[in-house]
Each structure stands twice: as structure tokens, then as C-alpha cells.
């Protein structure tokens, strides 16, 4: 396998293919011994050929993507690109599943440059639940224990908090029980960092999802649509008109105007199955014995960040924080943080100039990820 040519292996099984059936068939065939000689590089003992394999399965996922979000060549678009002929999102997804990919990158044979560039594959899974079952998350979830190597562990958060901007509902709440698992006695500055990027893209997976049901509901598309939108995060909001909803299974939004208090605080207690900022603030406590005194600024900067984002998704996500900090000045606790958290966080709200210009706004913010160009 070490000597291999890749190249050269490609194009025997496209002239291969040219000898098999229907052209439906040739494509069939020659898509499937892709997949398996990609599958054949990752697992094979030499490490520069497994970082092929996963290239060769980027190559593949772009195709499938192209298939799904591209329209057709055509002869006088100056760009053509490649296009799947067989595998669709749903048989890639089955075939990674059955050959166990994602088993050998997490389980098997974890190494933080094969996690890295799993984001490929679990990017396009991850575009509905049924293609990204529960056992997805607790693969990728395994390399987030304290006895593996610090790098597994780094790229790991990496790819997570990257995944929670595409994720759908049932698994980013799923995941979301094991990030929350994580106990105050093992969160160092990489676990602030984590829970602060992992926040503010959830937050900003949700903010996307309610602006394009505002856009269904705008055009009129959603009555005739009915019930029957795909999976994902979209499935789990409301469909009434109201700008608040409480059911169950439902993501809520107090909406972006003032709303009751009521409607605040159901919206923070429901939307805790996906995110809780509470985490950044209990770090920062006296009573927390286990942080350095660096932790806890970075967890009360962390804090002030996160409600910046979540301010335009959950309006009154700030004050319970506010209302903490104050009486931590009233009691003489944690007092210096609470008042430094107090000036920062009371700085993000809207002057009168802002308000005046037509309100708070988004905050600009458009979650964290790394670029990746493999």
C-alpha cells in the first residue's frame, strides 16, 4: 500500500467502469471503489497515506455537496466542477456509517490531524438527523476525555464547536448533555475557550435558523408547506405566529422586540437544552476553588461575549447576570470580578445615538471557525 500510486489507481477504475453496464451502473460502480480506496488509505499503517484517504474522502463530500447545492454544468458556465452521479447525502452518509469511518477516526486510531479534517465528512452528514444518528456524537464525544492526549483533545473542541453551527436540533441538545457534563474541577483556560466558541455558534446556528423561518413566513411558503421541511434544527421551532412559543420541542425566541418578562425567562429556561451562559459565571465564583484567578477573567470575558451574541436571539439574556453580579457587590462576593463584569457587560448596550439609528441590531458577530483549506 506504501507504494501505491493514487493517481494512477483513480484512472483504472474509471476505464474499468467504462466496461460495466449502464452508465448508471459505470457511475455507481467506479463512486463506490472511490469511497473504498479512500477507506483503504485511511486504515492503512503508513501515516501520510491516511492523510490521503481522508483528502480523497474531502474530494468525494464536495462532489455529493455539489450534487445537492449546485445547479448542473453547463457547456458555457466558465467554471465546471465535479459532480456525484450516484451518491446523494443519504448513501454517502450510509456508506460512511456502515464502513465505520468515523469509528476508526475517534475510536480505533484517534490522531488530531485525522479529527481535523473529519469536519468534511461530518459537515454533510450533519445536515439532518437521520444521517447523523446519536452514536455520531458519542464517537466524536469519546476523544473529549481527560485520558486522551492533550492534542486530541484541543482538536476535538475544534471540530465541535465548528459541527454546532451546522448541527440539527436533536443532536446539538444531545451533545450538549455531554458538553454540560464537564465539571467545574476539570475546566481550564482550553475549556473556557471551548464553551465560549461552542456558545456562540450554537447561538448563531439558532439566530440563522429563526431568520429563515421569519423569511418562510414572510413569503407564505409556510402554509403551503405545511409541516414537511426537512431535518435540523428548523423542525424544532414553532409553527403558530405568535413571537413566543413554550411547547415542547420547540426552540424560543422572545422575539427581537422588548416582550413580557414572562416571555423572557420561558425562553432562557427552554432554550437551556442547547446553551446555558450560567457555566461562564459559576467558573468566575469565589466558591469555585478549582479555577486559577486567570480562568475566572477569562470566563467573566467569555460571559460578556457570549451575551453580546445571544442578545439579539434572547433579549433578556443579560439581566440574570446583571442581577447576580449586583448582589455579589451587595454581599462582598467575588466583588472585584462582579463589579469588572458589571462595566463590561453594561457596555454593550445601546447608547442613545444607537438607539436613535434604529436600535441594537445584530451584533455583528458570525461565529467561530477556522478556515480550512486541506
Known sequence: ????????????????SLFSGSPEERFQLQELYELEIAKRFLTCPYFEKRIKGMKEFKLIQEKVLNRTTRPPNDNNRPVRYEVAKHLDMASFSAWIIKNK?????????PHQELIKRSYSILSLMAQDAQTFPEEMVTLIWSCCSP?????????????????????????????????????????????????RDYTINTI?????????????????????????????????????????????????SAGTGAG??????????????????????DIAQDENQHATHRTKELALSSLTEVLKTGHTFLPGIKEPFITQALDNVKNGRTTCLSITFLQNVLGTFPHDDQLQAGG??????????RGRNQ
Open 1 to 16: 500500500m506504501k507504494d501505491v500510486n493514487l493517481e494512477e489507481l483513480k484512472l483504472l477504475i474509471k476505464l474499468f
Open 204 to 252: 448563531e446556528n439558532l439566530k440563522q435558523v429563526k431568520r429563515r423561518e421569519a423569511q418562510r413566513q414572510t413569503s407564505g411558503r409556510q402554509g403551503a408547506s405545511g409541516g414537511s421541511s426537512g431535518g435540523g434544527i428548523a423542525q424544532m421551532f414553532g409553527r403558530g405566529s405568535g413571537s413566543s412559543q413554550s411547547k415542547k420541542g420547540s426552540v424560543v
Open 147 to 195: 485520558e486522551k492526549h492533550e492534542d486530541i483533545v484541543r482538536a476535538t473542541y475544534e471540530l465541535i464547536t465548528e459541527l454546532a453551527m451546522c448541527l440539527p436540533a436533536e443532536r446539538l441538545e444531545g451533545l450538549f448533555k455531554r458538553v454540560r457534563s464537564i465539571g467545574l474541577q476539570s475546566i481550564d483556560d482550553k475549556a473556557v475557550l471551548f464553551l
Open 101 to 109: 469511518v468515523i469509528d476508526f477516526i475517534f475510536e480505533e486510531n
Open 360 to 369: 441594537y441590531g445584530h451584533s455583528g458577530y458570525g461565529g467561530r471557525s
Open 260 to 281: 413580557t418578562q414572562s416571555q423572557k425567562s420561558a425562553a432562557l429556561v427552554d432554550n437551556e437544552r442547547f446553551f446555558t451562559p450560567q457555566v461562564f459565571w
